[in-house]
């Protein structure tokens, strides 16, 4: 697959590769080469270096020295970290956060967005539109330091919805739509109890999928159904 050349080719090589580690298609089981997708992209290792660097500080991959790349992998026990952060911070920003009018249109739109995308079996534009729910709500927070804890589990998270589109996606739309309706009713406290409802449901889902895997092998992940 040959890459355009009007676009920075870092960026270009960049956005591909984090488009596939969200989507699922490469995991922690392959080997991410700068010639893998040097010879894929068609071209120079350089700005696939580049990329594969900022992808690693940023926490979607690990580079091993002389073996090359992989994508980060999250056991249980970090995906129930992440969610009980989450349950506990998440209705913290909805309790402080400014929610003006745009803010809130820009709510409606994920929440519309996502619908579609769900009914389309697009999940790349739905995950996007799934985290740009809760990414509006945290860029809204007025706590600076709440806000920075949650940027900083942003991108674990991307691996995560790619985990919880087929368990949970079609419940998640109408959480939201809950969500944002209390929100649009004045009742923040109503909102921010629905929305640790709405983590602690995915959690479970998650969680409950990924003990059965382990106890069942051969039985793919959630990812690659």
Not at 94 to 119: C, P, T, Y
Not at 177 to 192: F, P, S, Y
Request: no cysteine.
């Amino acid at each position: 697959m040959g890459l355009k050349i009007p676009e920075n080719l870092t960026q270009q090589a960049y956005r591909h590769i984090r488009d596939e580690i969200i989507l699922g298609k490469l995991d922690g089981r392959q080997h991410l080469t700068e010639n893998y997708f040097a010879e894929r992209f068609g071209i120079s290792k350089s700005p696939v270096r580049e990329a594969l660097n900022r992808l690693e500080s940023e926490g979607l991959i690990t580079i091993v020295p002389r073996r090359g790349a992989f994508v980060a992998e999250l056991s249980a026990h970090d995906i129930e970290e992440i969610f009980e952060l989450r349950e506990a911070l998440e209705p913290m920003v909805i309790r402080d956060a400014v929610l003006n009018d745009k803010v809130l249109s820009h709510m409606r739109a994920a929440v519309m967005s996502a619908g579609q995308f769900r009914e389309q079996n697009d999940k790349a534009n739905y995950i996007r539109a799934d985290a740009s729910f809760h990414t509006t709500l945290v860029d809204a927070s007025s706590n600076s330091r709440l806000k920075k804890i949650l940027e900083n589990m942003r991108n674990q998270m991307l691996i995560v919805r790619s985990r919880t589109f087929e368990l949970s996606s079609h419940t998640s739309v109408k959480q939201h739509q809950g969500i944002l309706d209390a929100i649009e009713a004045r009742n923040r406290e109503h909102a921010a109890n629905l929305m640790a409802e709405h983590i602690r449901t995915v959690r479970a889902r998650l969680v409950s999928h990924l003990q059965n895997r382990d106890r069942t092998p051969g039985v793919p992940d959630a990812v690659h159904a």
